[in-house]
């Protein structure tokens, strides 16, 4: 049985989100679990996502999932802005709210390293040829 969506096609926090993980060479998106994801051959970022313990809560319901490079995540978690997100968690993701007023710099910044831990090499050195 297929997941019923879990965002808004029009949201506009989406749309942001889908701009800057989309002008990454190579990527796409694809709706997993209910949720946007976007990947070149592995998910580097994922619009929404739950609280563990707590599926009926919407708190990441407007959040951008990241792989963070090992050596920032302590840094990252020390912040109280990024919190573990259900499922992608354990696997080493952080989430970050985008409801109020997020840094869009960071949010890209976030987003490219999460990319480059993901992309392979080829699509990595494309980035860097571009100059990101």
Request: aromatic share 8%.
């Amino acid at each position: 049985m297929a997941h019923p969506p879990r965002y808004r096609d029009d949201d506009p926090l989406l749309a942001r989100v889908r701009d800057i993980a989309l002008a990454l060479p190579g990527a796409s998106e694809k709706v997993s679990h209910g949720r946007p994801n976007f990947f070149t051959k592995r998910v580097f970022a994922i619009f929404g996502g739950v609280v563990k313990g707590d599926h009926a809560s919407d708190a990441l319901g407007q959040a951008v999932l990241v792989l963070p490079d090992e050596a920032e995540r302590p840094a990252l978690l020390a912040d109280g802005r990024f919190v573990v997100p259900g499922y992608e968690g354990a696997y080493g993701w952080l989430a970050l709210d985008l409801r109020g007023e997020p840094d869009w710099t960071e949010v890209a910044e976030l987003v490219e390293s999460s990319y480059r831990l993901t992309a392979p090499a080829r699509l990595v050195a494309e980035l860097d040829a571009r100059g990101g």
